[in-house]
């Protein structure tokens, strides 16, 4: 099923976020990711929600969405030019036989060695999900021992 | 002028219109109810929280006003969960108040202490947890906003005890209403108003299916305005009851699962299909591919959220029903001549009335107890009913003449709810005849209720119809499970009669179909307190048609002649 970006401006009040938890667990609708932060006014925050589903759940998930108070404004911007992006931090294995092999991928993928360990390495990155996606793939031979991602944000381009 | 948190609650809520609320004291909404002491408003105390909020929703229902019920914090909140679930799925507008702990208290899992405003959360419109006394009078504007306009639904106010107690400046009530994310819908989208036209103008075989929406966007007059320019066949749903005069010749009695037969071969027949403020329920539709399957659907509701949701449609049109359908009416020209669909109809009804048989047990066809209260009361009661048989079977054989005058617990199917629901609608039009219509199951639920309708000399009137069954799930245990009986057998219960007389109700047992025009005519003669009739119906009595759960509405069981 297609996945797509919501992004929605939400109060920035106490209980929202589990409201909007609540509602997509109620109707049974899947999040792919959710991120949610301040915006430029402290009155306001910005949720950017994946979810996976097709026209129809999208359109349902939307409206119901729309009907919380607190939330302000919704924009599906699965179709806009919009600048989309994550972080992600890998730990990765990495004795000194393979750390210059890694240290290439990094950087080809413009990618930063965050932290060195004895036998690890915390690479961090951002891209969008398919970079990221591809790092972790590059990487993934050598041993991930743990990784973590932020989940998308996402911007319109241009004046809008 | 200085006034506690509480006084300023009470001013705002009569600067409101409240003239009423139902509720139960208790530690964190003391400091409530000591300024009740000395309001105008008046208090109703009920027996049980859950009573509260179902009175108050059926004062809404029968008013068309938000209801206000007021419990304490921790049990007396939780009490009321049931009944405002009930108010969401039904859209009704109601107002609750719920005392809290103190908000230096909040989260330490205090004495009585629960999250009330977390509980609600999928079953309210919206929920406030008042954290400043200089809020009171902000969030009392926005909830009654909030309750009354778009779809309405319940609106919660949690308010910690401390918030309540302390003294602030008081200028008056609040008078602008900002909410960013909360816009009241105005018009509606004139082109589709004109598609709509144009299909229902062309149409040969079209139904309008109405529900709920029609009696809260109070679009009754409306409705019946379109049906007599151009002769239109009406279904309702148990919502839409009374939308639609029942004596109208166009009227085809409720749809669904215990719809008439020829409400749902209408259905099954039409070529356009006009849904107004309704939500294609399951027990309305039945197996949903096969709904309505030859007809261009148009469906208008106040929520977008509803278009689509559970069927796709032609002509979709968000916007308040009344509006819609003033818009409407001027652009509607008789098209088709509809002689062939209305005779199509009339034979259905003929050859498939709603008919039942005479008593088979000795005891009374509860059917029949029904139609009598129809007769006796001209069909100008207010009704409200419990959940189960007794239900549909007012819901076929009483004769609704206006909307609001049938209250019933229609998305949640509440057993309890009816009795309570009653009060609030007496108590909100004391000149007219309120008749709950009960199971002996149910009218167990909130039974205690009698001490609050004894206490305010409330002449509400119970019909049991007592098989001493549950009798919808053994009908179900019966048709779908073998006769495996499984828990259904009521004939341990207390004497109704006696119960009554314990609270200082009047109480009748009629045992036999000729006694129960006798004993309506002597309870509605009772004027300062209410009356108990535990009517002793046939036992094994199913409510027919019906159609089985999940299937298409052409598949009906019983409700034939001689069948």
Known sequence: ?160 | MKLRGAEILLRCLQAEGVDVVFGYPGGQAITIYDALYDSPIRHILVRHEQGAAHAADGYARATGKTGVCIATSGPGATNLVTGIANAYMDSIPMVVITGQVPTHMIGRDAFQEADITGIVLPITKHAFLVEKTEDVARVIKEAFYIANTNRPGPVLIDLPKDIMERTIEFTGPAQDINIRGYRVLKGYNSGQVLNAANLINAAQRPVIYAGGGVVASDAAEELLAVVEKMGIPVTTTLMGMGAFPGYNPLYLGMLGMHGTRYANYAIGECDVLIAMGVRFDDRVTGKIANFAPHAKVIHLDIDAAEIGKNVDVDVPIVGDVKEILQGLLPRLQPGPDLKEWHETIERWKDEYPLCYEGSTEGRIPPQHVIEKISELTNGEAIITTEVGQHQMWTSQYYKFRYPRSFISSGGLGTMGFGFPAAIGAKIACPDKTIIDIAGDGSIQMNIQELGTAVQYKLPVIICILNNHYLGMVRQWQGLFYGGRYSHTDMTQQPDFVKVAEAYGAVGIRVKCAEEVEEALQKALQVTDRPVVIDFWVDRNTNVYPMVPPGEALSNMLGGEQDG
């Open chain 1, 1 to 160: 099923m297609a996945k797509h970006t919501l992004s929605v401006t939400v109060e920035n009040k106490p209980g929202v976020l589990t409201k909007v938890a609540t509602l997509f667990r109620r109707r049974g609708y899947n999040i792919d990711s959710l991120t949610v932060g301040r915006t430029e006014s402290s009155e306001v925050s910005r949720m950017t929600i994946v979810v996976e589903g097709d026209d129809r759940i999208i359109e349902q998930v939307t409206k119901q969405l729309h009907k919380l108070v607190e939330v302000i404004k919704i924009i599906d911007i699965t179709q806009d030019k919009a600048v989309e992006r994550e972080l992600s931090m890998i730990k990765v294995r990495a004795d000194n036989t393979v750390r210059a092999e890694i240290v290439q991928i990094v950087d080809i993928f413009r990618a930063r060695i965050v932290d060195i360990g004895k036998n690890s390495l915390i690479i961090e990155v951002t891209g969008d999900e398919n970079k990221i996606d591809a790092i972790e793939d590059s990487l993934r031979p050598f041993g991930i021992i743990e990784m973590v991602r932020t989940g998308k944000v996402a911007m319109v381009r241009g004046n809008k």
